[in-house]
């Protein structure tokens, strides 16, 4: 061999991008599902007989298994491989955003599951398909695809973001029919999720701060009627402002939760052994799963969490920092602003910092949507990482 031939570099996968997102991503998975295996396992042991609960935690792990592995891996995969240079072509083909397209799919999914035995109804609200043991949340679908519409009109329509009529307004009028469907189901946090990424993809893409303010200060008196004229809303903001006023009643949960991070101490009392989620904190295993970490492997296991976070959004950063196309660096700035949005209103609701929300701890709670949708924004990053990879 040449003296002045390359030698390859045996580590050079272990130091690509798409492994260090793929590993952090499934450690974080891997992670979470043995919390929330426990949890679920303490419910049927309190509910079922020694056999039949070790008999339905059995078909309870292969079938919450199977999902995962169905759709969330090949979701990942095949948003990691797709060239997504076809939106914007297509778009210029046509004469209309290929991205309506997928928009539109998701408005469809929307009205369908406000419908009366075609949606599934939980707890009053409507959310979800069901399909045997599978459940199919179309908000989390509809979120990504509004990121994806944007970051494709951006793209489009960069000399016209400085103007309302036709920078702002179509924007705003996807934006409403997408919100106002959201939140017939009810489902307000979702909602604020999607309007904080939108708003801040529009401030980044040079719109016009007044024209942004204008339009939030508007909204200002239906965000106030949304969540005072709703009796359980309310209360959500009283609790928060004054847990112990009623103790027992809207206080009760973020108490728990305090006392569940407040049990954990540094080292926590050990992975399994959380007293809390023995039906003393509602929500353990979804909004409330950081207050469990904390209990079970303390101050440092909830750091080290908040860590891995942080190092997932520099990491996704470093990739949209070095993407070569403006639909790349929208939809990836897009995709990392929501997960970081929904991990920040998580963390901040189990340490009390926040009005109890329901939305989810991305990658770590319990949820199947969340997570297949979780790793299609992963496979995206990882898409858009490959065109500046020599650069990462």
């Known amino acids: 061999m040449p003296a002045s031939a390359v030698q390859p ?22 992670f979470s599902r043995r919390i929330e295996f426990v949890a679920v396992s303490i419910f049927l042991a309190k509910n079922y007989s020694l056999e039949q609960a070790a008999f339905l935690l059995g078909i309870l792990g292969l079938v919450q298994a ?27 083909l046509l004469g209309i955003a290929a991205s309506v397209g997928l928009l539109a799919t998701a408005l469809v999914f929307l009205v369908l599951v406000l419908i009366p035995g075609v949606g599934r109804e939980v707890s009053g609200a409507r959310r979800w398909f069901r399909f045997g043991v599978f459940s199919f949340q179309p908000a989390e679908f509809a979120n ?27 924007v705003m009028a996807m934006l409403g029919m997408i919100s106002l469907l959201i939140l017939m189901q009810p489902d307000l946090g979702t909602t604020l999720s999607v309007c904080v990424v939108v ?40 609790a928060f402002l004054n847990p112990w006023a009623d103790p027992r009643g809207s206080g009760f949960q973020i108490i728990q939760s305090q006392v569940a991070l407040g049990s954990g101490g540094l080292f926590g009392v050990g992975l399994g052994h959380s007293q809390q989620k023995l039906f003393y904190l509602p929500a353990a295993h979804t909004d409330f799963i950081v207050s469990i970490i904390g209990e079970e492997l303390g101050m440092l296991g909830t750091i080290s969490v908040i860590v891995l976070f942080i190092a ?29 949005f929904k991990a920040t209103v998580n963390i901040g609701v189990s340490c009390g910092l926040l009005p109890t929300k329901g939305l989810p701890l991305p990658f770590i709670s319990y949820g199947g949507s969340s997570l297949i949708f979780d790793m299609v924004s992963v496979g995206l990053l990882l898409n858009i990482a490959k065109t500046g990879e020599s650069s990462v």
Do not use: E, N
């Open 9 to 30: 570099d045996p580590y050079a996968p272990w130091r690509s991008p798409d492994f260090r997102h793929y590993a952090g991503s499934w450690f974080l998975i891997v």
């Open 66 to 92: 199977l999902p995962v592995i169905a759709l969330a891996i090949p979701g990942g995969y095949l948003a990691d491989r797709f060239d997504r240079k076809w939106v914007v072509t297509l778009s210029y």
């Open 144 to 170: 990504v695809m509004m990121i994806v519409y944007l970051a494709d009109f951006i793209c489009r329509k960069q000399d016209q973001m400085r103007s309302f009529v036709r920078g702002i307004m179509p």
């Open 199 to 238: 708003f801040l993809m529009l401030f980044i893409s040079g719109a016009r701060l007044t024209y942004l303010a204008g339009i939030v200060l508007a909204a200002l008196p239906a965000l106030y009627l949304l969540v005072f004229s709703v009796p359980y809303r309310r209360m959500r903001i009283m």
């Open 312 to 340: 997932f959004l520099r990491l996704g950063l470093t990739i949209v920092k070095h993407a070569t196309d403006k639909f790349g660096y929208f939809l990836g700035l897009g995709l990392l602003m929501l997960i970081a």
